[in-house]
């Protein structure tokens, strides 16, 4: 089975020693570009290691040199020069296999004796190129199901998506605690402990001892919709919510005709007790839409309570609201107020055509920090990196 960032890796890593500025990144995007876009032919693979590997038109020389050297079979990349890319999700025609008896010239770009082998021969085609079916092979499940679509996925995949989303953490932002602990760069002299270690110096303050705030990290709140349109995607979403509880220590609510809190029934030990009572606790799952009451019941039962003050709030929902819009927009303004940040995930925004011009969306939008997509497993990640980056510095 193919390794497909291996094969990525070794690839970039090669035409770096070759003299091209290829970094890690780039043989990354390479790599997402395989399992996005599986090629047929090595014409497909060509043009996908080229447009992600390829910066300047002075590389091309190298490049085509070091492509041979790996993915020969006789093809030279030199003559596809002047024709258009094959058109996405065509395959291009096969290339011809070499004369019997004739090798192709050995580029600069030879690996030393010994090295590892991109792709072992009996991993590819005929022709010694590897083939659609091997890099589909190669991926992995994570990077299968990574860029897909929650809704698009059946249950076998929700299930192996559940495994992956385990690995998920959520890591709160830091926030300035009231306590003080000791540290050689703080802001604060300590004046007790500095006069206790003059006494070492006969009472002439030579050390200052200081102390800084000790960083404490912020209360995360999750309200997820769980209505009849957020179906697809609250299946998905249950995990986040699990492992929030669990690693991140997290407070997460449903909502969809009104709020229910699932703090305690995703406590359990299993995974699988949790997600069903969780399903048990929530009466009007799949039900209609309420965002403005559901948010008026947090703010007015835990959010002026404590819960949502100097919190990290994530409203997980598309924003099709059948309440009043007015009612929306007067919870929303009263949460962000208490809030340290507002982040709402729109499943929907991903579309190529979508705009935001549900009630709920025009009614929420001036009162959210920021808009996210969270709809596939590579979104939510992106989207809990950026939580955790938010640090506080003292």
């Known amino acids: 089975m193919v390794d497909v960032a291996a094969v990525a890796g070794r690839f970039g ?4 020693d070759a003299g091209l ?15 996005l876009a599986p090629p047929a032919t090595v014409s497909d693979l060509y043009w996908l290691a080229r447009v992600t590997l390829v910066s300047e038109h002075s590389h091309l020389a190298v490049f085509d040199r070091v492509f041979t050297a790996v993915f020969g079979g006789g093809g030279d990349p030199a003559e596809w020069r002047g024709q258009d890319p094959p058109a996405a999700g065509t395959a291009g025609q096969p290339v011809p296999s070499a004369p019997s008896g004739s090798q192709p010239a050995a580029p600069s770009s030879v690996p030393p004796a010994g090295a590892t082998p991109l792709v072992a021969a009996s991993e590819g085609d005929g022709d010694g190129a590897p083939g659609r079916d091997a890099v589909l092979a190669a991926a992995s499940p994570e990077e299968r199901l990574g860029f897909r679509d929650f809704q698009t996925l059946t249950e076998a995949e929700l299930a192996t998506l559940r495994a992956l989303m385990t690995q998920m953490t959520l890591s709160a932002p830091l926030r300035r605690g009231r306590r003080r602990v000791a540290a050689p760069t703080g802001r604060h002299i300590d004046p007790r402990a500095t006069l206790r270690r003059a006494r070492r110096t006969g009472g002439d303050p030579v050390d200052l001892i200081r102390r800084r705030r000790r960083p404490r990290p912020r209360r995360m709140v999750l309200l997820c919709d769980v209505s009849g349109s957020m179906q697809p995607y609250a299946r998905a979403y249950l995990q986040l919510l699990l ?4 690693g991140g220590r997290a407070e997460a609510f449903v909502f969809a005709t009104r709020l229910t809190r699932l703090t305690p029934a995703l406590r359990s030990v299993s995974p699988d007790v949790s997600l069903a009572r969780a399903a048990r606790a929530a009466p009007d799952w ?7 009451e559901a948010m008026r019941a947090f703010n007015d039962d835990y959010g002026r309570r404590g819960m949502a003050r100097g919190a990290v709030i994530l409203i997980l929902s598309d924003g099709w609201d059948t309440g009043e819009a007015g009612l929306l927009e007067r919870e929303m303004g009263r949460l962000r107020r208490m809030a340290y940040r507002v982040v ?3 499943p929907r925004s991903a579309g190529p055509r979508f705009r935001p011009l549900t009630s709920g969306i025009v009614a929420a939008l001036p009162h959210v920090d920021a808009m996210r997509s969270g709809h596939s497993f590579e979104a939510m990640r992106a989207l809990l990196a950026e939580i955790r980056e938010d640090r506080y510095v003292p």
Not at 21 to 35: F, I, Q, W
Not at 243 to 246: E, I, N, T
Not at 286 to 292: F, K, L, M, N, Y
């Open 344 to 346: 709402w995930v729109n």
């Open 13 to 16: 890593r090669r035409l770096h």
């Open 286 to 292: 799949s039900g209609g839409t309420r965002i403005g």
């Open 243 to 246: 492992s929030g509880v669990g």
């Open 21 to 35: 500025p290829v970094s890690p990144d780039t043989s990354g995007r390479l790599a997402a570009a395989l399992v």
